[in-house]
């Protein structure tokens, strides 16, 4: 069964930098098949797509949304991926989520989801 | 980008009743539609992809109609556990998600 645990809850400064990581059990993660993606929902909003990586060959698509502040990344040793975003502004604080789907396949919904991770940015 | 309306934003119903949700696309985004369901401090749930493809475990009275830009997703007979707010999302370029709608209990 494929799972996805993500990192706890983050309180950072407007500025700063946040790392979230996700980890997979039940999926290796050297597969070519699937991208994990990073989507995000401020309090009381809809869903944002930030960007994602095939966690075969790592390569990267981001947001224009978040082109400059977003990196995406995997340690296959660890089985995770990481989202770090930069130059934190108050209208950041949101709930985090991984999530996969089939990489390049636009008849595929994102299947599998984190439980989520809340940054909050706070002065 | 491509930009997802739905409608209604929110609705009133009862157990039993049929529900539709309807969501329109900025252009054509051919059957690269997916829907999911989310509960208040969960994560979305996957229930419909590729427009009509019932995801695995998702209950029948779950159904998506449409193509090009306009999109229906329908709940046959309301169940409680389907008191949520449903969300549509375009795959055909990057990945951008419709407003939402609530389903409120009437």
């Known amino acids: 069964q494929v799972q996805f645990v993500q990192s706890g809850a983050e309180v950072k400064k407007p500025g700063a930098s946040v790392r979230v990581s996700c980890k997979a059990s039940?999926?290796?993660?050297?597969?070519?098949?699937?991208?994990i993606h990073w989507v995000r929902q401020a309090p009381g909003q809809s869903l944002e797509w930030m960007g994602g990586i095939n966690t075969g060959n790592a390569n990267t698509k981001y947001s224009q949304n978040f082109q400059d502040r977003v990196a995406i990344t995997r340690d296959t040793s660890a089985s995770t991926v990481y989202m770090d975003l930069s130059s934190l502004r108050f209208e950041d604080t949101a709930v985090y989520y991984c999530?996969?789907?089939?990489?390049?396949?636009?008849?595929?919904?994102?299947?599998?989801w984190g439980q989520g991770t809340t940054v909050t940015v706070s002065s | 980008d491509i930009q997802m309306t739905q409608s209604p934003s929110s609705l009133s119903a009862s157990v039993g009743d049929r529900v539709t949700i309807t969501c329109r696309a900025s252009q054509s985004i051919s059957s690269h539609l997916n829907w999911y369901q989310q509960k208040p401090g969960k994560a979305p749930k996957l229930l419909i992809y590729a427009a009509s493809r019932m995801q695995g475990g998702v209950p029948s009275r779950f159904s998506g109609s449409g193509s090009g830009t306009d999109f229906t997703l329908t709940i046959s007979s309301l169940q409680p556990e389907d008191f949520a707010i449903y969300f549509c999302?375009?795959?055909?370029?990057?990945?951008?998600f419709g407003q939402g709608t609530k389903v409120e209990v009437k």
């Open positions: 999530a996969r789907a089939i990489d390049g396949y636009s008849y595929s919904g994102m299947d599998v």
């Open positions: 039940g999926y290796i993660l050297t597969t070519y098949t699937y991208a």
């Open positions: 999302q375009q795959s055909n370029s990057t990945w951008t």
